[in-house]
C-alpha cells in the first residue's frame, strides 16, 4: 500500500475486517425493512400492537407479529401480558439494550436530513 493510499484510509485492514463483522452483525439485527421504524414506534411509546400497526403505516399484522418476536428473541423488545385485564392487553415495551439504539437512531435521522436537503439542493 502507497503512502499516499495509506494516508487516505480511514481503518487500517485489522480495523477494516473487525469493523464490517461488527457492523453485519448490527445490520442482521435492524437492518430489515421494519425494524428500525417498529423500535423508533417503541421508543417513542407506541406499546400495543394495533397502535404499533396504525403507526407504521402500510405493515401487516403478519409481518408486525414476526418481526416483533424477532426483537424479542434480541432482547430489544419485552413482551407484557397483562391477564388482569378484560380483554387481556399485549404490550412490547423496550429493554434497557434496545435504549442503546437512541443514539444510533438520532444520528441516523440526523445524516438523513443532511442527506436529502444536500441531494435535494442540488438540483
Known amino acids: 500500500m502507497s503512502e499516499a493510499t495509506r494516508k487516505k484510509t480511514a481503518f487500517s485492514e485489522v ?23 417498529i423500535m423508533i414506534a417503541i421508543l417513542s411509546g407506541h406499546n400495543r400492537f394495533n397502535d404499533l ?12 407479529s414476526n418481526e416483533l418476536k424477532d426483537l ?14 378484560k380483554p387481556v392487553v399485549v404490550e412490547y415495551v423496550p429493554t434497557e439494550h ?12 440526523d445524516w438523513g436530513v443532511k442527506h436529502k436537503k444536500k441531494i435535494t439542493t442540488r438540483r
Not at 53 to 64: E, H, P, W
Open 53 to 64: 400497526q396504525r403507526t407504521l403505516k402500510g405493515i401487516s399484522a403478519r409481518v408486525l
Open 98 to 109: 434496545s435504549k442503546s439504539l437512541k443514539d444510533i437512531i438520532a444520528a441516523l435521522a
Open 15 to 37: 480495523q477494516c475486517t473487525r469493523h464490517l463483522s461488527a457492523t453485519e452483525d448490527a445490520l442482521y439485527v435492524i437492518g430489515g425493512k421494519w425494524t428500525l421504524r
Open 72 to 85: 424479542e428473541l434480541n432482547d430489544l423488545v419485552e413482551r407484557i401480558v397483562l391477564a388482569d385485564q
